[in-house]
């Protein structure tokens, strides 16, 4: 028999409440094979591997292993690391050092991409080495994927977030923007919808940047609502932008001689800053022709990490794919791919777990369809139904 | 046997997750009461009152009444009107239009100089009134209270937020600045330390309005903690000044020559904007002297309005001060003041309802006990030994 070979696993990119639910699950089953030896958990991803930063996962009690999955946040540690192929040429060097023949790699689709380029290399170079991406993003952006681990608890952490944000503006009218998460996906936007009750209506409008909209169009929006309503509640998405791709964060910055921060990768910066929904508060009281309380919240990192907004079904899902990449390796001829969650039925809700090549998901986005979406600046039933199992019932509110 | 009188109820403010607790709590003693007729409840507090715009509470089905208690926000509507002697005569007129004989009002420290001014009228004119303030506020700033409903909840979502967060910062290491409620009270910044643990120290800095700052100090303490720990927590009350009272948010906006916004009462909008969180940000990028990735979130109205955030406690404790109101109305020679939380015990928690004149709470501000303040940049155990009880035992989180 020959001896055993290590397995490294790592997580990459923006942490979400159920990532260390697939850590879990895939050392629930590697620890069982007899096949592989040590389980290496790899400090910040990629950029552990580079140093040799692991940790041995394979001696840890089942009750520790629980509470890691219960805990939120990447518990080996991220990185926003792009490796290109001297990077990965690195990654395996230190792969070829510990022996590693399985290699797990939990993240959204430019983790999927940084794992197709390791395993690419690796066969290029004759290194025999099974590579898996497990997916997470609470993007929700992943082709081929009904939905993906982490995106059902961010969803509902912005539905009850909406729910309670539109009574305080009933109680207290004005108009409301809230900016959500989503630089190219309006999933986690369209979340803000699951909670509205037909005749109360909050939010009233939700812009997604699957459409594009003109800080014109916007105005005239909100103006209409409010002129009806006396308040208006306004979803958006970090990443809307004009029908020539310019992010409105960029056009109102412009247009007001407002300053616009950078971040690593020279992109203008939309997480971590409150300066969309400044700008567009700012825009509105300018443009608006009349007095208006206006005021602009950004639910910033609190969407992937708040303590307590994990989803039942959103947790069982990530603990299953981080099982089934294991098992995946172990079990099947397959050496490589991406899980993937397919969904066989929507009551009762119902789904399986799939593999795909590497390069039908790597760096691809996938985009809310244009189908769910109302006029610009809604989304319909269909969404509604779409995303209703996954967040599960919200708590009932009461009026009198 | 003399005719029924009848009695108006009105919440103003900004809503909290439990103030519908209190409302539901007075409801359910004056309805058994043979004194009293009608119970009013005031659409949007004084704004509702001298327009007669009132909904009937006494009939009421307790599912109903229960449902509406469990409800965060304001279920009569809120009101920011500060109300003048003009303003109260016509809340008067109302009031003796509708054979009003008790007005019981739920709010903070403005609410209560509200419900003073009005009974003061009432008594300068000879029209018999009994008034009570019931205590509300995230800001838990009123003072002769141990603490104020709505707090508890507001701290709740906090401390989780931190626990969140500080996990987020560890994966994902950097500089995290979190702007929290609080103009001139930092009790809900504070509330960052609660989930906070021994040894991984996040949040590692929290400057509270009690303690003048300026951004040099600010800078030194951040470059610290960063250079130590190769990341930064920081927990900001949005009311921080300088020694000479400017706000921070208006002297870094002169110092980078960044906008500032007001709001209608003239003072710099802290609430409901970024500003300050960006402004902070830019400052840090600027004179940091190195590399280092900032990001700056502010918790904005989610703060008081989560879906999910009351607390055991906070909920019966919102329900028992306004019982205790329509009972100190109804059942002593009290004819006014303001109902208040007096703790008895730390361990087991216990506390008892008291009731003291209006003057002696109205429009003062109650500060965090500058000993619970650490060299003006942390809070010690003897916050946490107060806020504890309130806030309950937070989820357990784990590393590997």
């Not at 690796?122 to 099974?130: P, V």
């Not at 700012?282 to 990192?301: C, E």
């Amino acid at each position: 028999m020959s001896t055993p070979l290590n397995a490294v696993i790592a997580q990459s990119g923006g942490p979400t409440a159920v990532i260390n639910q697939s850590l879990v699950g895939a050392i629930e089953v590697l620890r069982e094979a007899p096949a592989v030896g040590r389980i290496l958990g790899a400090r910040h991803a990629v950029a552990g591997i580079v140093k040799d930063d692991y940790v041995e996962l394979q001696n840890l009690g089942q009750p520790h292993l629980e509470q890691v999955a219960d805990t939120p946040a990447a518990a080996l540690g991220s990185s926003r690391d792009r490796p290109d192929a001297a990077y990965c040429a690195r990654i395996l060097d230190s792969f070829a050092r510990h022996d590693v023949r399985y290699f797990f790699y939990i993240g959204g689709n430019d983790s999927s991409d940084t794992c197709r380029l390791v395993l690419e290399q690796a066969q290029a170079s004759g290194y025999e080495l099974e590579a898996f991406h497990i997916p997470k993003t609470i993007d929700n952006d992943l082709v081929l994927n009904d939905h993906t681990p982490g995106y059902a608890s961010a969803a509902n952490f912005v539905a009850r977030a909406f729910v309670g944000d539109n009574l305080d503006n009933e109680a207290l009218p004005g108009i409301k923007l809230n900016v959500l998460m989503g630089r190219h996906a309006g999933f986690l936007t369209a979340a803000a919808a699951l909670g509205r009750e037909r005749d109360e209506g909050g939010p009233h409008l939700l812009y997604l940047p699957e459409v594009a909209v003109d800080e014109d169009r916007f105005l005239t929006d909100v103006d209409r609502v409010f002129t009806r309503r006396g308040r208006c509640l306004v979803a958006i998405s970090e990443g809307i932008a004009g029908a020539d791709g310019t992010p409105m964060a960029v056009k109102l910055a412009q247009r007001m001689q407002l300053p616009v921060e950078q971040d690593a990768h020279g992109n203008v910066q939309l997480s971590g800053s409150g300066a969309l929904a400044d700008a567009l508060a700012r825009f509105l009281k300018r443009n608006l022709g009349r007095p208006a309380r206006v005021r602009a919240d950004t639910f910033g990192y609190l969407q992937r990490s708040y303590l307590g907004s994990a989803t039942p079904t959103d947790r069982f899902e990530a603990r299953e794919v981080g099982r089934h990449a294991a098992r995946t390796a172990l079990e099947t001829d397959r050496t490589d791919g991406s899980i993937t969650i397919e969904r066989i039925r929507d009551d009762p809700y119902g789904v399986r777990y799939g593999c795909v090549d590497l390069e039908a998901v790597a760096g691809k986005t996938r985009h809310v369809p244009l189908e769910w979406i109302e006029e610009g600046c809604d989304v319909n039933e269909a969404f509604i139904r779409y995303a209703r199992p996954l967040v599960g019932e919200l708590p009932r509110v009461a009026r009198l």
